[in-house]
């Protein structure tokens, strides 16, 4: 069995797994439209989170991790994940094409969220979204660590792919904590 990270996971596996590959997936696009009471944020104050949603565009990529599971640990990381992404997320199959022409693309699970599900925040101003995740702190952390460790495991992992709507919101926060020379940020 085969995983996707494309948000914390990609930068925070808590898993055991057996191999990785970094690759993509076709016809969904990363963005920060998920609310997160329960690890960015509290009840009342939400941080955002990144979320797969359908695009438009069926050639769009979402660049990310590839985890194969162990076999004797696969319940054990589903019923984890199952747990981790409880909050307006459901599990999909989908393809996944390995960044090295030596592997050949694979089938595997994604954790999608849906627009009726109650955390779904859907879309906002690139003003009103750096706000929310420069002000919001949870169980997990600082809701900017997620954003900066995203954005920089992202450009460690694939320098040569922009993923624009992730590189305008870690500028547009950064520019916040400047501004406000808020400890809420971390480097």
């Excluded at 393809?95 to 694979?106: A, E, G, N, V």
Aim: aromatic share 12%.
């Amino acid at each position: 069995m085969w995983i996707f990270g494309y948000g914390s996971l990609v930068w925070k596996v808590d898993f055991p797994y057996e191999d990785k590959l970094t690759g993509f997936i076709k016809g969904y696009a990363r963005r920060f439209w998920q609310a997160s009471e329960d690890h960015r944020g509290v009840p009342g104050k939400p941080g955002r989170v990144v979320v797969l949603v359908e695009s438009e565009n069926k050639d769009e990529t979402v660049w990310g991790i590839a985890y194969k599971i162990p076999e004797a640990n696969i319940q054990d990381v589903i019923d984890h994940l199952d747990f981790r992404e409880k909050g307006g997320y459901s599990k999909h199959m989908v393809t996944f094409y390995p960044k090295s022409s030596i592997h050949q693309p694979l089938e595997l699970t994604v954790y999608t969220g849906t627009t009726d599900n109650p955390f779904y925040l859907g879309p906002a101003s690139l003003e009103d979204m750096a706000h929310q995740i420069h002000g919001s702190v949870g169980p997990s952390g600082k809701n900017t660590e997620y954003l900066f460790q995203l954005s920089r495991a992202m450009r460690k992992l694939v320098p040569d792919i922009e993923d624009s709507h992730l590189i305008e919101l870690e500028r547009a926060v950064r520019t916040i904590c400047q501004a406000t020379d808020s400890c809420n940020c971390i480097k």
